[in-house]
């Protein structure tokens, strides 16, 4: 049973656009929520997270949406750059107010910004 | 200040050997987690090692199995290896298991079984 879902296994956007990518959920427990960045042949990056308790989080071109009713968030990327060109993992951490040292993992959304 | 790294990068076994991989944390992290990427699964939860205790396991056989050294280096070990153990395995590293720290990821170590 996944509890972290990505629908859409892959995205194509053109530069200067919006890059919307989106995350669904399953364990309403779940109180802090992560988007990675991947590379070939890198390890995941952070890219930036977001608590329960808020509902938006910005940090420079990137936004985060949380909607805890529907259980979906939604990664925003303002402009899209061809370096944004990653595969865009959503993660959360399964213990109430625990660790993040166990992540569960969506299985990921290929962004493709064409210039 | 130097990252997370794993050795080695690429490893290519038969089935049946057993593997040891390697993890280096970034300095001064005390919290060590093993993922496992395929392509049909995505990225799964291995095990997470904090101040040489295991705090976390996933759902994986006991062939996997792990340890964490003083210094907070970290190996991961599979025993009697088989075709589908061919993978990514992530090595990720924080601070302390606290809510909110955030986890800062190896190259990997990639893994095929022949």
């Known amino acids: 049973d996944q509890q972290v879902k990505q629908n859409s296994p892959s995205l194509s956007v053109q530069e200067g656009r919006i890059s919307i990518l989106n995350c669904d959920y399953t364990n309403s427990m779940f109180d802090y929520f992560l988007w990675y960045k991947k590379y070939p042949a890198e390890g995941p990056t952070f890219l930036i997270s977001?608590?329960?308790?808020?509902d938006k989080n910005e940090d420079g071109r990137f936004t985060v949406f949380l909607n805890k009713s529907a259980k979906h968030l939604s990664l925003h990327i303002v402009p899209s750059q061809p370096g944004d060109s990653a595969v865009y993992f959503c993660?959360?951490?399964?213990?109430?107010?625990?660790?993040?040292?166990?992540?569960?993992f969506g299985k990921g959304t290929k962004l493709s910004v064409k210039p | 200040k130097a990252g997370v790294t794993q050795t080695p990068r690429y490893l290519i076994k038969t089935r049946g050997q057993q593997v040891t991989l390697s993890c280096s944390p970034i300095s001064g992290h005390r919290s060590v987690s093993w993922y496992q990427q395929t392509p049909g699964q995505g990225l799964q939860f291995l095990f997470e090692?904090?101040?040489?205790?295991?705090?976390n396991k996933g759902n994986f056989p006991g062939r996997f199995s792990g340890r964490q050294f003083s210094n907070s280096r970290s190996e991961m070990n599979v025993s009697t290896l088989e075709l589908g153990d061919s993978a990514l395995y992530l090595c990720a590293s924080s601070l302390a298991a606290a809510g909110g720290e955030t986890q800062y990821f190896g190259p990997g170590t990639r893994l095929l079984v022949l």
């Open positions: 090692y904090f101040s040489e205790t295991q705090r």
């Open positions: 977001i608590s329960s308790i808020k």
């Open positions: 993660a959360a951490p399964p213990n109430y107010g625990g660790s993040q040292g166990n992540l569960i």
